[in-house]
């Protein structure tokens, strides 16, 4: 059994990472300055998850060579089970994400596990990372893992509820 997901936005990270890496911007930073020189330059916008808007696979290939050009930065595929998508569009608005956009150069880091509403990350949080024995992302191949962290961020950590798994592919690794 596998899960599908849906990329639902686009961010540029500092690399190497200079923290753990996450979905979250406290553990992972963005590379401010290629941000904003990509988005002026190519006209992108942030969505409301506050991710850069990538609309169609050629400006993700530009996006994409001026990142392979840049060795102090990473470009990173926020990604979210079809039906959380689904339901934020319905319920809120946000994007559905775009199927059609090829991540064919893009590797898996891991699943992190994050409230929807902000990616804030829990898995440095204690009783997630007690649990766990471990702050790294979860290899998307241990589903009971994913499922059994979901849940559990719940209960630890009700205020920024509901928490998702949210797949990060990186253009480098």
Known sequence: MTSTYTCIGFDIRVWPCDGIPSVGLSGWSQHDAMHAAIATELGLQENLYQLLHIEDQKTLESVAHAIR??????????????????????????????????????????????????????????????????????????????????????FADPEHAPYCAVKISALKV
């Open 69 to 154: 050009a840049n060795g102090a930065c990473n470009l990173i595929a926020i990604q979210v089970p079809e039906p959380v998508a689904a339901w934020q569009h319905q319920r809120f608005g946000h994007p559905l994400g775009n199927p059609a956009l090829s991540l064919a150069g893009f590797h898996c880091m891991g699943v992190d596990v994050a409230d929807i509403n902000g990616f804030f990350s829990i898995l440095s949080f204690e009783p997630i990372s007690k649990y766990r024995q471990s702050t790294d992302l979860i290899d998307e191949g241990h589903l009971d893992e994913i499922f059994q962290t979901v849940q559990l961020a719940g």
